[in-house]
């Protein structure tokens, strides 16, 4: 059994130092926590890993939180602008649109043209009357000289149409609009 006391000598000879002369025994210390690097020796020496920064630490946490914010602010604010810029041109895409296709019947009635004008008439209008019959009972009402297409009312889809007949009399009438499914433009559907 050995018995502690005084470290005996290394029976190994010493090493040469840097400048050739035999270096110190080393001698041990205490000994190191389980999970914890010992820290190097000698100065000049980097730790093995850098220490975090402490200065400034509120400052980049706000710049970021800031720049998350206003990239989300553009991203919502910008969607929000498309849906509004759609709404408004959906809005007038009809109004044009349905002044358009109230002009064309009236214009055809103005020229005689009354298949042309048929052909402006949506589907459920042309199912409720021929051509033929239409062609025949626009052509003994009185002819339209002239017309003025109002405003169309986007929630009602109707236009106000001032008509004046060759005979001289005025008439305001108002003309029903409705989408077509198949091209998405807009019809005559009735007049009143």
Do not use: H, K
Not at 73 to 80: H, N
Not at 105 to 117: D, K, M, S, W
């Amino acid at each position: 059994m050995n018995v502690p006391g005084p470290a005996a000598g290394s029976p190994y000879p010493p090493l040469p130092g840097p400048d050739g002369g035999a270096r110190p025994p080393v001698v041990p210390g205490p000994p190191a926590e389980v999970g914890v690097p010992a820290p190097p020796v000698g100065p000049g020496v980097a730790p093995p890993f850098a220490a975090p920064p402490t200065e400034g630490r509120n400052t980049r946490l706000w710049l970021g939180l800031g720049a998350g914010a206003l990239a989300a602010l553009i991203c919502c604010g910008g969607g929000g602008a498309a849906v509004v810029g759609l709404a408004v041109t959906g809005v007038q895409a009809v109004e044009e649109q349905g002044r358009a296709a109230s002009a064309d019947y009236y214009e055809a009635l103005v020229q005689r043209r009354y298949g042309a004008a048929y052909d402006q008439l949506c589907e459920s209008a042309q199912r409720r009357e021929s051509r033929r019959d239409f062609e025949r009972r626009v052509g003994d009402e009185p002819q339209v000289a002239q017309f003025t297409v109002g405003q169309v009312d986007t929630t009602t889809l109707t236009v106000p149409v001032d008509v004046t007949f060759a005979g001289g009399g005025r008439e305001r009438q108002q003309v029903t609009l409705e989408q077509d499914r198949q091209t998405g433009g807009m019809e005559v559907c009735g007049i009143n």
